[in-house]
């Protein structure tokens, strides 16, 4: 069998695709376990960032909203009040159950392409067949570890996503590095269960974000400043709600605004949180990292060129991702080398989030040089899923298989998957 469209990856993007393309009537699969890296790679008592207005999967009549499974499941979806990471990976289950088709839980451990389009192979060995393929595969592959820290034992330094529980680091020395959310709400969560913790950061100051404005307010401020899914000003907005005109600027400005714009930060209301438990190490940058009995010693240099040694239990490294093309190790190594890459390394992608290579569509962080800082979060998802459902139903028309059944033109038709209340 031949399908129109294969999604790969179950979580807030690879979620919003199929809601959208099952809306259009497209013949489609999607793999994945739903919202695994919301369920697997956070600990208990972390928040979402985000707003939760800011914070909705995508479907085409904007009904499956988390405001809508917060009021029935009696929980708070308002403006400037954090929402449990639990409650958010809920919500995606929620979602998934109503607005998509039956998702397959298992992985897909290759993609390949053919003559007639994508050969996807699952983790039991079974192959399926595509013409055109999403890849919305979140942020797990992309991890970003230091240099002086690649090597070392996983016993002694982990990555921050590595983490759903923290418990057992519970009484022990434990060092943070990065600046940003991540980094300083794992802090505080060691911190207020009993961990020694400290983090270190390369910026010489933390920076935290301010209280949002309230929803409502006069006119003018609502101007000067307005609200948007990446926070409050109009350059966030721009990110935020524009990210078609965003892929139109010139490619070494979107390169620096991918560099610089939305820098590690903690929200406003972890900072009391960190400050008054954490031990905080700012303008340190790791240099140099080695074992020793009980841990591991590291050598640290100042912005100020100054040096320094300190010995701890273990490193998570809370630095981040980087979405590289080299990275994306599900496709075959053939399929992978076709793809043009920007600057970065990331992947070129048309107005469609199509990639160099004709039906390969890619989605979320690793999209993130070509349309703004949005496709880093959430929000992104909502211009992001009918954007490449688009751009899938124009590559379908455009290379038509030998006695296929015609794209519709929307809506669904006679035998596709239908969402089912639950």
Same mark, same amino acid.
């Given at each position: 069998?031949?399908?129109?469209?294969?999604? !790969?990856?179950?979580?807030?993007?690879?979620?919003?695709?199929?809601? @959208?393309?099952?809306?259009?009537?497209?013949?489609?699969?999607?793999?994945? #376990?739903?919202?695994?890296?919301?369920?697997?790679?956070?600990?208990?008592?972390?928040?979402?960032?985000?707003?939760?207005?800011?914070?909705?999967?995508?479907?085409?009549?904007?009904?499956?909203?988390?405001?809508?499974?917060?009021?029935?499941?009696?929980?708070?979806?308002?403006?400037?009040?954090?929402?449990?990471?639990?409650?958010?990976?809920?919500?995606?289950?929620?979602?998934?159950?109503?607005?998509?088709?039956?998702?397959?839980?298992?992985?897909?451990?290759?993609?390949?392409?053919?003559?007639?389009?994508?050969?996807?192979?699952?983790?039991?060995?079974?192959?399926? @067949?595509?013409?055109?393929?999403?890849?919305?595969?979140?942020?797990?592959?992309?991890?970003?570890?230091?240099?002086?820290?690649?090597?070392?034992?996983?016993?002694?330094?982990?990555?921050?996503?590595?983490?759903?529980?923290?418990?057992?680091?519970?009484?022990?020395?434990?060092?943070?590095?990065?600046?940003?959310?991540?980094?300083?709400?794992?802090?505080?969560?060691?911190?207020?269960?009993?961990?020694?913790?400290?983090?270190?950061?390369?910026?010489?100051?933390?920076?935290?974000?301010? !209280?949002?404005?309230?929803?409502?307010?006069?006119?003018?401020?609502?101007? #000067?400043?307005?609200?948007?899914?990446?926070?409050?000003?109009?350059?966030?907005?721009?990110?935020?709600?524009?990210?078609?005109?965003?892929?139109?600027?010139?490619?070494?400005?979107?390169?620096?605004?991918?560099?610089?714009?939305?820098?590690?930060?903690?929200?406003?209301?972890? #900072?009391?949180?960190?400050?008054?438990?954490?031990?905080?190490?700012?303008?340190?940058?790791?240099? /140099?990292?080695?074992?020793?009995?009980?841990?591991?010693?590291?050598?640290?240099?100042?912005?100020?060129?100054?040096?320094?040694?300190?010995?701890?239990?273990?490193?998570?490294? /809370?630095?981040?991702?980087? /979405?590289?093309?080299?990275?994306?190790?599900?496709?075959?190594?053939?399929?992978?080398?076709?793809?043009?890459?920007?600057?970065?390394?990331?992947?070129?992608?048309? @107005?469609?989030?199509?990639?160099? @290579?004709?039906?390969?569509?890619?989605?979320?962080? !690793?999209?993130?040089?070509?349309?703004?800082?949005?496709?880093?979060?959430?929000?992104?998802?909502?211009?992001?899923?009918?954007?490449?459902?688009?751009?899938?139903?124009?590559?379908?028309?455009?290379?038509?298989?030998?006695?296929?059944?015609?794209?519709?033109?929307?809506?669904?038709?006679?035998?596709?998957?239908?969402?089912?209340?639950?």
């Amino acid at each position: 069998m031949m399908y129109d469209l294969l999604v !790969v990856g179950a979580g807030p993007y690879g979620l919003s695709i199929a809601a @959208h393309a099952a809306a259009a009537g497209l013949n489609l699969r999607v793999f994945g #376990r739903p919202m695994a890296s919301w369920r697997d790679h956070m600990p208990g008592g972390m928040f979402l960032k985000s707003e939760p207005w800011a914070s909705n999967l995508s479907d085409p009549g904007g009904r499956w909203r988390l405001d809508a499974y917060c009021a029935e499941q009696g929980l708070t979806a308002r403006h400037a009040h954090p929402i449990p990471v639990e409650a958010f990976a809920s919500y995606g289950l929620w979602f998934a159950r109503n607005a998509v088709p039956e998702v397959d839980e298992r992985t897909v451990t290759r993609v390949s392409s053919g003559p007639d389009g994508f050969t996807a192979v699952t983790e039991d060995g079974q192959a399926l @067949h595509a013409r055109t393929v999403a890849l919305a595969i979140g942020v797990m592959p992309f991890i970003e570890v230091p240099t002086a820290l690649r090597g070392l034992h996983p016993t002694l330094v982990t990555h921050s996503s590595h983490h759903s529980d923290l418990g057992h680091f519970q009484g022990k020395d434990v060092t943070v590095i990065g600046g940003g959310q991540a980094a300083l709400e794992t802090a505080a969560l060691l911190a207020e269960q009993g961990t020694r913790v400290r983090v270190l950061a390369r910026a010489e100051r933390l920076r935290w974000n301010d !209280v949002p404005p309230p929803w409502e307010r006069p006119w003018w401020q609502s101007l #000067r400043s307005p609200h948007s899914g990446l926070g409050p000003g109009w350059r966030n907005w721009f990110y935020s709600e524009r990210p078609g005109l965003y892929r139109r600027l010139p490619q070494s400005t979107r390169s620096r605004i991918a560099a610089t714009a939305l820098g590690p930060a903690g929200a406003w209301w972890v #900072r009391d949180r960190v400050e008054r438990a954490v031990d905080l190490l700012p303008g340190q940058q790791v240099t /140099a990292a080695a074992a020793v009995p009980g841990g591991l010693r590291l050598d640290l240099t100042g912005r100020d060129g100054s040096r320094r040694s300190l010995e701890t239990e273990h490193v998570i490294a /809370a630095t981040g991702f980087k /979405a590289h093309r080299d990275r994306l190790g599900l496709l075959s190594a053939e399929l992978r080398g076709t793809l043009a890459a920007l600057p970065d390394g990331s992947p070129v992608l048309g @107005h469609g989030f199509e990639s160099s @290579h004709p039906g390969l569509f890619l989605a979320g962080l !690793v999209t993130a040089s070509g349309f703004g800082p949005a496709m880093r979060f959430v929000h992104g998802a909502t211009f992001t899923a009918p954007t490449l459902v688009q751009g899938v139903r124009r590559r379908l028309r455009s290379t038509p298989v030998r006695g296929s059944v015609p794209v519709p033109g929307g809506g669904s038709r006679s035998g596709a998957p239908s969402p089912v209340n639950g």
